[in-house]
């Protein structure tokens, strides 16, 4: 299996080209190998690989600069996934593509379903929104992996974010009303693996034969608040923990108030169950220490 991943150096990307390695040929490029800003130039990239599935973890992800930036923000998450499908469609290729809670209101009271109407609230989730539904308009066999409140001990996160505060402040203010379930970025790795170790026990001819979408996020739930306060013990952090509403964090752009996924069409479907959050959160900072043990 040739398989073509997009955004290598990112949250996500990083991990799948660990975890994917046993599964194929992996040609894992960043963005200065494959740019989704320019969609015009997709095309060669993919033709010369001829990948037999390409994953994109590519995305920007800015949320708040999305708003003054809104035109490369539908460019990256809006066309270039279009893009992107149409191209894997000329030579027969799968696609798997991930997308966020922010295509919801966050409005609901129990967590959301894949076929739950979208209403995103800002121009990050309109613009992941239209690369949802042009990766579905190309009529390729895809999988659509919705996640969210992704962490890493890379990147620009939540996690890293609270630590590096606890090293500086006495006390931190963290929002207590916006909920969801806070995933490693190495779960939803896993998690593809298992979807693409699936598709391939079940035969070649029936690979992404449950083209569409699917939620893909840790068990469990909690508030910011609460995440911030499991990463602080975790991390042997005292630093005082105090929560806020949201009206008293205002940021550029509206965040939904819960973004809480159903798992349960993974389950069923792939027979993957993700982690539990707080789990997923202890292996995550154990495995960090294992590197930094791993040091000469
Ligand atoms: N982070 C979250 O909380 C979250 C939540 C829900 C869903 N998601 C979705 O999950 C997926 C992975 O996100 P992530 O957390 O891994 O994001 P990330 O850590 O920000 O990584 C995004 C990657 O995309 C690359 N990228 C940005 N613009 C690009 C361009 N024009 N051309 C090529 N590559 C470009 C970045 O490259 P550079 O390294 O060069 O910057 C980076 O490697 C995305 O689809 C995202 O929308 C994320």
Redesign the pocket.
């Known amino acids: 299996m040739r398989i073509l991943l ?8 990083w991990e799948l080209n660990r975890s994917l390695s046993t599964l194929g040929t992996i040609f894992a490029l ?2 200065d190998q ?4 320019k969609p015009e130039t997709l095309g060669s990239v993919i033709q010369e690989i001829k990948p037999n599935i390409i994953i994109n ?5 800015a949320v708040d600069k999305a708003e003054s930036e809104p035109e490369l923000a539908m460019t ?2 809006g066309i270039a996934p279009g893009v992107i499908a149409e191209e894997a469609k000329k030579i027969g290729a799968g696609m798997i593509h ?5 295509v919801f209101d966050g409005k609901a009271t129990s967590p959301y379903k894949e076929e739950d109407a979208p209403c995103p609230l800002n121009i990050y989730g309109k613009s ?1 929104l239209a690369g949802d539904q042009a990766v579905m308009q190309a009529n390729i066999p895809h999988i659509i992996l919705r ?4 962490y890493s001990l890379r ?1 620009s ?1 939540f996690l890293l974010t609270m630590q590096k505060l606890a090293q500086s402040k006495n006390q931190i203010k963290v929002v207590d009303d916006q909920i969801g379930s806070p995933t490693w ?1 190495r779960a939803i790795a896993e998690g593809t693996a298992r979807i693409l170790e699936h598709c391939r026990s079940t035969g070649k001819s029936k690979i992404f034969s449950h083209s569409g979408v699917f939620n893909m996020s840790c068990g469990g739930e909690t508030s910011w608040f609460g995440f911030a306060k499991k990463i602080l013990e975790l991390s042997g952090e005292n630093t005082e923990l105090i929560p806020i509403p949201t009206i008293e964090y205002p940021t550029p752009t509206a965040r939904p108030e819960s973004s809480l996924l159903s798992n349960r069409k993974l389950k069923q479907v792939f027979h993957h169950e993700m982690p539990h959050w707080q789990d997923a959160l202890l292996e995550c900072l154990n495995s960090g220490h294992k590197a930094r043990n791993a040091l000469p």
């Open positions: 997009t955004g290598k150096n990112g949250q996500v990307g960043g963005r494959i740019d989704l800003a973890a590519a995305a920007y992800t990256v998450n991930y997308s966020t809670d922010y992941k996640t969210a409140w992704v990147g996160n970025s």
